[in-house]
């Protein structure tokens, strides 16, 4: 098992740029969330999902976009980089069905590291 | 609206002793709490996850208590070790809508 992966690990964009990260899971994990880190600010939740075709706002969503199109996947879209957005961005996943598995546990991602200028 | 609050900030010890993470919650309708470490530059790893009707979690020399109605969550490290040095955070999945909440965290330092 890979766990989960995030794709890519270091990006730099210029203002009004658009991107996708890529966040895979090969759990069968019902769950998938998207999460920013900032010194000082904690970890803070973007944008989540509880199931496949299902996505739900956290706490800081504006400028944001998701799609969970696929059960394993879970995309988030930056449609136009505001330098505000230079953080370090978590992926994670939790909740299988399979007994074998810790029920409820996050599993995460590397993260990737945007920088916007 | 949740808060979750990690006291202290950061936290230097020597070697081999026992020490206690604190993690504080505002609203106590939570589904679980879990306790997390993350190295510098690295993910989260997670150490711990209580749900809400258990009162402690124990993992080789690591305990997590609960006390849901106050609040409040301890994160006991025993025989510490210069590996154990992280920031550890302690986060919450709320009843109504699976948020999950973090707090700011702990940095842990462990002086050999």
């Known amino acids: 098992n890979a766990g989960v992966t995030q794709t890519p690990k270091f990006r730099v964009l210029k203002t009004g740029q658009s991107m996708t990260l890529l966040c895979a899971q090969d759990?069968?994990?019902?769950?998938m969330y998207w999460y920013r880190q900032d010194p000082g600010m904690g970890l803070r939740l973007i944008h989540y999902?509880?199931?496949?075709?299902?996505?739900a706002k956290g706490e800081v969503p504006d400028g944001y976009n998701v799609s969970r199109l696929k059960k394993q996947n879970f995309l988030l879209g930056l449609e136009s980089a505001a330098p505000s957005q230079t953080s370090v961005y978590f992926c994670?996943?939790?909740?299988?069905?399979?007994?074998?598995?810790?029920?409820?546990?996050?599993?995460f991602g590397p993260g990737t590291r945007l920088t916007v200028l | 609206k949740q808060e979750v609050t990690q006291i202290p900030a950061a936290l230097s010890v020597p070697e081999g002793e026992n020490l206690v993470l604190n993690c504080s919650f505002t609203d106590s309708a939570i589904y679980n709490l879990q306790w997390f470490r993350q190295d510098p530059g690295k993910g989260l790893t997670s150490l711990l996850l209580?749900?809400?009707?258990?009162r402690e979690q124990t993992s080789g020399r690591l305990n997590a208590s609960l006390d849901k109605s106050s609040g409040r969550s301890t994160l006991y490290i025993a025989a510490s070790q210069p590996g154990d040095s992280a920031t550890y955070l302690c986060a919450v999945t709320m009843n109504r809508d699976d948020k999950i909440i973090f707090g700011k965290g702990t940095r842990l330092h462990i002086l050999p």
């Open positions: 209580i749900q809400s009707s258990q």
């Open positions: 994670a996943s939790s909740y299988s069905p399979d007994p074998a598995l810790l029920k409820d546990t996050q599993y």
């Open positions: 999902s509880v199931g496949e075709g299902t996505t």
């Open positions: 759990m069968n994990h019902e769950y």
